[in-house]
């Protein structure tokens, strides 16, 4: 079973704290929010996990995955560049 997480929203109603920075990078407790997401599809032992992101934040979450989060997501856009 695959599990995925849905992170290609705007953010509007968070604003101006999302006018930068993804609502999913924003940090709760020190951690990115999607990462709470992350950890309880990996605690139901998801075979995969995939992102669904806007494709202007692909290298926001490029840089996030690179600084040390889970290494075993697969982020796709809409133009196929994915990881």
């Known amino acids: 079973m695959k599990g995925l997480i849905f992170c290609a929203g705007r953010g509007s109603r968070l604003y101006p704290f999302s006018e930068v920075t993804p609502k999913a990078l ?7 929010i999607h990462y709470y997401c992350i950890e309880q599809l990996v605690n139901l ?6 992102i669904v992101i806007r494709p202007q ?3 926001l979450f ?10 075993s997501v697969y982020v796709q856009t809409s133009w196929g560049t994915n990881r």
């Open 57 to 59: 934040n692909l290298t």
């Open 62 to 71: 490029m840089k996030e995955i690179d600084r040390g989060g889970p290494q």
């Open 26 to 32: 924003l940090p709760a407790a020190n951690k990115p």
């Open 45 to 50: 032992q998801k075979c995969g996990i995939g």
